[in-house]
C-alpha cells in the first residue's frame, strides 16, 4: 500500500525567506506525485505534479519540486516567499495505471512571519 | 470553461440523519473522485465514478453510497450520519481513461451534531 508523509504540521519562516516543505512517500509500484495548495476556506489547487522525465519540477506561483526516487522524497521548495502564500501544502500520490485516486499526507501549514 | 461546483456550501444535520451533496464536474470531464477533509487532516478518498459506474472505492462503509449522471455530475449519499462524519466533503474531476489531473471544488462543509 502507498503512503505519504509530510514531516513538518507546521513551518513559520519569514517574509522574502525561502522555505522547503517535505514530503516522503513509500510505494512498490510506480507513483505520479503532486503538491496542491488550499488556502482558508477555498477547495484545492494544484501546484505541480511529477509524471516522469526531469525530476526538478516547476510549478505556479514560483513553486518547484524535486523528485528523489533514492530517497522516494518529493520535496516543495521557493526561494522566497510572500504573505500570500499564507496556506496549508498537500503532497499527495497516485499510483500509475490504477484509477488515479490521490493518496494524500496529513498536510503542512505555512505561516508567514511579517 | 466552468470549474467544478458543489452545494450546498455548508449543512448541519442530526445524528442519525441522511444527506446528499452534489457535485458538477468541468466541462468535458466523465469522472469524479469524492474525498472527505477531517479537520486538522489530509482528504481520504471515498469512491470514484467514471461514465456513471464506480471505479475504485476507498475504506469507507456501505453507507457511503454514490450516483453519477449521464452528464457526469455526482451524488455523495450518506445515510445513519455519525459524529465523526462531520468534515469538508470535496469533488474532483477528471477526464479519466488514465488522465490523472484532478480539478476540486471548493467543498461542502458538513456538520453533525
Known amino acids: 500500500a502507498q503512503s505519504v508523509t509530510q514531516l513538518d504540521s507546521q513551518v513559520p519562516v519569514f517574509e522574502e525567506a525561502p522555505v522547503e516543505l517535505r514530503c516522503n512517500y513509500s510505494s512498490s509500484v510506480s507513483v505520479y506525485l503532486f503538491w496542491y495548495v488550499q488556502y482558508p476556506n477555498q477547495g484545492l489547487q494544484l501546484l505541480l505534479k511529477y509524471l516522469s522525465g526531469s525530476t526538478l519540477v516547476k510549478g505556479i506561483n514560483g513553486f518547484e519540486a524535486e523528485f528523489n526516487k533514492s530517497q522516494t522524497s518529493f520535496h516543495l521548495r521557493k526561494p522566497s516567499v510572500h504573505i500570500s502564500d499564507t496556506a496549508e501544502y498537500f503532497c499527495?500520490?497516485?499510483?500509475?495505471?490504477?484509477?488515479?485516486?490521490?493518496?494524500w499526507g496529513a498536510g503542512t501549514k505555512l505561516i508567514i512571519k511579517p | 470553461e466552468t470549474g467544478v461546483t458543489q452545494s450546498p456550501t455548508h449543512l448541519i444535520k442530526t445524528r442519525g440523519q441522511q444527506v446528499t451533496l452534489r457535485c458538477s464536474s468541468q466541462?468535458?470531464?466523465?469522472?469524479v473522485s469524492w474525498y472527505q477533509q477531517a479537520l486538522g487532516q489530509g482528504p481520504q478518498f471515498i469512491f470514484q465514478?467514471?461514465?456513471?459506474?464506480?471505479?475504485g472505492r476507498g475504506n469507507f462503509p456501505p453507507r457511503f453510497s454514490g450516483l453519477q449522471f449521464p452528464n457526469y455530475s455526482s451524488e455523495l449519499n450518506v445515510n445513519a450520519l455519525e459524529l465523526d462524519d462531520s468534515a469538508l466533503y470535496l469533488c474532483a474531476s477528471s477526464l479519466g481513461g488514465g488522465n490523472y489531473e484532478q480539478y476540486f471544488g471548493p467543498g461542502t462543509r458538513l456538520t453533525v451534531t
Open positions: 499527495a500520490v497516485s499510483v500509475v495505471d490504477s484509477n488515479y485516486q490521490l493518496i
Open positions: 465514478y467514471y461514465r456513471e459506474e464506480e471505479n
Open positions: 466541462s468535458g470531464h466523465n469522472t
